[in-house]
């Protein structure tokens, strides 16, 4: 941690655990202030976290999915600032369920959880971010359309092609915004999500993801790139 707390504030959507909880760890490393969201009433990680922050964590409750919890989040939130906001939230189906197979309500559940909702919350609570900030969504590897050569994980990769899409229109429409704007694609990581066969550990990817993150504070426009800052082709 450095020796100056930098006075930093970050909203985090979804860090119960996994990737999202990874990230509040890694942020208070580096002396910010977390906001971190769960939904449901059950202690996580990160109440954990928070119990052993000195107070640096603050933990908001949301279902990205239910459009009234979003609005009632944005309203115990508003008067703060964030220099960052950003949405790790998501879901996967059976990755071996081709589009041929899925069901309708499956479908539309991963959908709306990875692409609908996500923009949900941006659109909800952008104006909370400073004009020096980060708006960020956790997108993956998976959402590129230009390196799906081999299909598989045929719905996940839908959705997030889909959000990697709705984000780049939101950006289009605030082209002259002084925002820095990203879709992070993490790499493949051992998860309840990316399973025991993943090709990264939460330490190989999470703390470079950060850095990344930090690093492009200042610069405006939308950059899709991944744990180590290289660009993917969409
Ligand atoms: N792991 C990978 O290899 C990998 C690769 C590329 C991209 N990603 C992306 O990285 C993000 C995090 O993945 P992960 O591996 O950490 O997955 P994970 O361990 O399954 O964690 C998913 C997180 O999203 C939250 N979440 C899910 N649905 C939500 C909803 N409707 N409202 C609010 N929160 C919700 C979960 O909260 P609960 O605890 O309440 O369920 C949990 O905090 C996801 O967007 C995923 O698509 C992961």
């Given at each position: ?23 509040a ?47 009632a989040?944005?309203a ?16 996967t189906?059976d ?5 041929a ?134």
């Open positions: 941690m450095p020796t100056t707390p930098p006075n930093k504030n970050i909203l985090l959507i979804g860090a119960s655990r996994g990737l999202g909880h990874a990230m760890a890694e942020y208070l490393r580096h002396g910010w202030n977390v906001v971190g969201t769960v939904r449901g009433g059950n202690r996580t990680l990160l109440h954990d976290l928070a119990d052993r922050s000195g107070k640096r964590v603050e933990i908001e409750r949301v279902d990205i999915c239910e459009p009234d919890q979003i609005t989040l944005r115990r939130l508003s008067g703060k600032r964030f220099d960052v906001l950003f949405v790790n939230a998501g879901v189906n990755p071996r369920e081709t589009i197979e899925v069901t309708t309500e499956e479908f539309v559940r991963v959908m709306v959880t990875n692409a609908l909702s996500p923009m949900r919350v941006i659109e909800a609570l952008h104006d909370l971010v400073s004009p020096a900030g980060t708006i960020g969504v956790m997108s993956s590897g998976q959402g590129s359309v230009s390196n799906n050569t081999t299909g598989m994980r045929e719905v996940y990769r839908g959705s997030k092609a889909a959000l990697n899409t709705l984000m780049r229109s939101f950006a289009a429409r605030h082209s002259e915004d002084s925002r820095a704007m990203v879709l992070m694609a993490p790499g493949w990581v051992r998860t309840d999500m990316g399973g025991p066969d993943g090709r990264l550990s939460i330490e190989e990817s999470i703390p470079n993801l950060v850095k990344v993150l930090l690093s492009v504070q200042g610069t405006p426009g939308l950059q899709y790139l991944d744990y180590l800052g290289r660009t993917v082709p969409w």
